[in-house]
């Protein structure tokens, strides 16, 4: 048996004991509640500088907050979620104000043997 048969076989054997269904990092969904102690003002400069939304998401956004009471941004990994909620959380106390803000995981996702 050739060298490169025998590497090849042992490549091969490798690849198929190698565990696929690893699970991979959550993502987290970052939610706004609906809340007279902050403004639309505050809440948009949030959106900017904060989550880097442009002026025609925060658009959209807004409506979705119109609409249903709350607004849902994201995923992020959890390091990045929690991140921008502290962020958004310093930011309130610095001018006074309470945000009404949570963290929600979202769905796990699954590396699949191809």
Do not use: W
């Not at 956004?61 to 909620?85: C, H, Q, R, W």
Request: proline share 3%.
């Amino acid at each position: 048996m050739s060298y490169n048969k025998k590497f090849t076989e042992c490549i091969s054997n490798i690849i198929k004991n190698i565990n696929y269904n690893t699970t991979a990092p959550s993502f987290y969904k970052i939610i706004f509640k609906k809340d007279d102690s902050y403004s639309q003002n505050f809440l948009y400069l949030i959106l900017i500088d904060v989550f880097k939304k442009d002026h025609r998401e925060i658009s959209d956004y807004f409506k979705t907050l119109d609409k249903t009471g709350k607004l849902a941004l994201g995923p992020y990994t959890k390091d990045v979620a929690e991140t921008k909620i502290s962020s958004t959380k310093e930011c309130a106390f610095a001018n006074g104000k309470q945000v009404n803000i949570s963290l929600q995981e979202g769905e796990h996702n699954v590396i699949k043997k191809p």
